[in-house]
C-alpha cells in the first residue's frame, strides 16, 4: 500500500513565524504535490515537484516555499505565517508518467494560524 | 469561468437509489480524469480514474466521459449511507490534477 505521511495533524502558529510541514512517501514516487483546501474553494495547487532539488510553482505560490532534498521528502515553508493561510495543508505524491497516474495524498494537516 | 465545475449539493438520496455526480471541465486537451472521495475531516481517495469516451465501472460505481460535451459523470448504483462523502472531479492532462470543488452527497436510509 502507497503511504503517504505529513509530520502534523493539527497545528497552531502565531502570526510571523515560520512554519514548517513535512510529508514523507513511501513508495519511490517521482512526483510530489501539496494542496491547499478551503471551503468553497476546493483542491489548490501550491507546489510541486517531479524530482528532487526541483520545484515548480502551482496555482498559489505566493507566500509558501518547498524544499525537496530527497525524493520520498517534501517541505513546505510558510515563511512568515499569516492569518489567510489558515487552511488544511495535504500533500500527494504519484509516479512519473502520462498524466495518468493516481495520486495518493496524505491525511492532511489542519493549520491554524493566530 | 471555473476550469472544473461541480454542484456543489447536498445531492440527497435514498439507500438503494442510484446517485448521479456530474463535472463539466474547460480544457478541450484534457486527457484524464479521476474521481475521489472525501470523507469529512479525511483526505480524498481515488474511487475512479477515466480516460477514454464511454463508460467504465467497477463494482457499484460507473464513470462515464464525453469529451466532445466536457462532461464526467460518476453514478453510484444501491446508496449506502456509508457513502455520503465529498466527491470530487479532477481533470488532468500533464501530470497536474485540477480539482472541482466537489459535490456533498447524502444518503439518508
Known amino acids: 500500500d502507497v503511504k503517504v505521511t505529513q509530520s502534523s495533524r493539527y497545528l497552531v502558529k502565531r502570526t510571523g513565524e515560520k512554519v514548517f510541514l513535512e510529508c514523507v512517501q513511501d513508495?519511490?514516487?517521482?512526483?510530489m504535490f501539496w494542496y491547499r483546501q478551503d471551503p468553497g474553494l476546493g483542491l489548490r495547487l501550491i507546489y510541486f515537484?517531479?524530482?528532487?532539488?526541483?520545484?515548480e510553482k502551482g496555482d498559489i505560490p505566493e507566500g509558501y516555499s518547498v524544499s525537496r532534498e530527497k525524493k520520498e521528502r517534501f517541505s513546505l515553508i510558510l515563511e512568515s505565517a499569516s492569518t489567510n493561510q489558515t487552511s488544511m495543508y495535504l500533500c500527494?505524491?504519484?509516479?512519473?508518467?502520462?498524466?495518468?497516474?493516481?495520486?495518493?495524498f496524505g491525511p492532511g494537516t489542519r493549520l491554524l494560524v493566530l | 469561468q471555473k476550469e472544473v465545475e461541480q454542484n456543489s449539493g447536498p445531492l440527497s438520496v435514498p439507500e438503494g437509489a442510484i446517485a448521479s455526480l456530474n463535472c463539466t471541465y474547460s480544457?478541450?486537451?484534457?486527457?484524464?480524469f479521476f474521481w475521489y472521495r472525501q470523507y469529512s475531516g479525511k483526505s480524498p481517495e481515488l474511487i475512479m480514474s477515466?480516460?477514454?469516451?464511454g463508460d467504465k465501472e467497477d463494482g457499484r460505481f460507473t464513470a462515464q466521459l464525453n469529451k466532445a460535451s466536457q462532461y464526467v459523470s460518476l453514478l453510484i448504483r444501491d446508496s449506502q449511507p456509508s457513502d455520503s462523502a465529498t466527491y470530487l472531479c479532477?481533470?488532468?492532462?500533464?501530470?497536474?490534477?485540477?480539482f472541482g470543488t466537489g459535490t456533498r452527497l447524502q444518503v439518508f436510509p
Open positions: 500527494a505524491s504519484s509516479v512519473a508518467g502520462t498524466g495518468r497516474e493516481t495520486q495518493y
Open positions: 477515466i480516460y477514454s469516451n
Open positions: 515537484s517531479y524530482d528532487v532539488k526541483m520545484k
Open positions: 479532477a481533470v488532468s492532462n500533464t501530470d497536474k490534477l485540477i
Open positions: 513508495m519511490d514516487h517521482e512526483n
Open positions: 480544457d478541450r486537451g484534457s486527457q484524464s
